[in-house]
């Protein structure tokens, strides 16, 4: 019998506080704290937000730039390639020197250019592609795209942005190389024809230049705007998951200094009834 009083007597109460959710199947004997805790946790280890799945997209992402760095770099860097090898130079006209120059060194920087991207593509693709390929969450510590990712970028970069530069400038001596001997005549005639019957080669490819410039102008205004809105939408997604994670934390931290001051308060309800215990066994 004084064993039933004592264990009858030192129950510890229960928090008349706790959420009717703790009541549910799997929650029970959990508090608010307890609550708030395990949402957290199911926030943070969820797909959305877990470093996994960002380690993944991640992945995924360099893999697509390598793809797209290595098609656009064989693609542009042939036509470059055709391009020098197939023009024909009329050896009856005079070449403004400048103009050959600048043909010949943008050809070979586009060309070393697309090729240097095309490189970096062709060493990185295939481990990163391996990787992919397995289904298994924990192989993503095996991909070398988080090492080789400024060389990941700078594939990027050359094959999308200074290539596709250099591509239209290319596009542009070339029309000059090639329209410019148009209606010349030959270098023993009269000066006179000659300057009448060269100017509609010249007219021709300052046409083609004029239309190239707003053209190039107009895509480096996209390459600009497009960083800027993708930069503007991934720190705005960041600034909502960190507003999501500070209102957790500030709801933690609430019910941690409650849960500490009722904590003192079932201290000293525990020592009383202790006592009074204490004394009722004595008595029997």
Not at 67 to 75: D, F, G, H, V, W
Not at 83 to 108: D, R
Not at 129 to 146: D, F, G, K, M, Q
């Amino acid at each position: 019998m004084l064993c039933l009083i004592m264990s009858s007597e030192l129950n510890v109460p229960v928090d008349p506080s706790t959420p009717a959710c703790c009541s549910e199947p799997g929650t029970k004997g959990m508090d608010y704290r307890d609550w708030v805790r395990r949402s957290y946790l199911e926030l943070v280890t969820s797909n959305h937000h877990s470093v996994q799945a960002l380690s993944w997209r991640k992945l995924y992402l360099s893999r697509a730039k390598l793809k797209a760095s290595s098609r656009t770099s064989a693609l542009l860097s042939g036509f470059a390639m055709v391009a020098m090898v197939e023009v024909q130079l009329e050896v009856q006209y005079k070449y403004p020197q400048m103009l050959l120059i600048a043909f010949s060194a943008c050809t070979t920087v586009l060309v070393a250019v697309h090729l240097f991207a095309l490189l970096i593509s062709t060493c990185i693709l295939p481990n990163v592609e391996a990787v992919s390929n397995i289904h298994n969450l924990n192989s993503i510590s095996e991909s070398p795209h988080e090492r080789m990712h400024p060389y990941i970028e700078l594939a990027w970069g050359f094959s999308t942005v200074l290539g596709i530069l250099l591509f239209l400038a290319e596009v542009v001596l070339l029309c000059w190389i090639k329209f410019l001997p148009v209606g010349s005549i030959a270098r023993n005639e009269t000066t006179n024809t000659e300057k009448h019957s060269s100017h509609a080669g010249w007219q021709s490819a300052l046409v083609s230049t004029i239309i190239m410039v707003p053209v190039g102008l107009i895509f480096v205004v996209f390459t600009i705007h497009f960083y800027r809105s993708l930069v503007r939408h991934k720190t705005e997604r960041h600034n909502r998951e960190i507003e999501e994670l500070h209102k957790l934390k500030v709801q933690l931290d609430g019910h941690d200094r409650a849960g500490n001051s009722s904590g003192g308060t079932w201290t000293c309800t525990g020592e009383s009834d202790g006592a009074e215990s204490n004394e009722r066994a004595v008595y029997y």
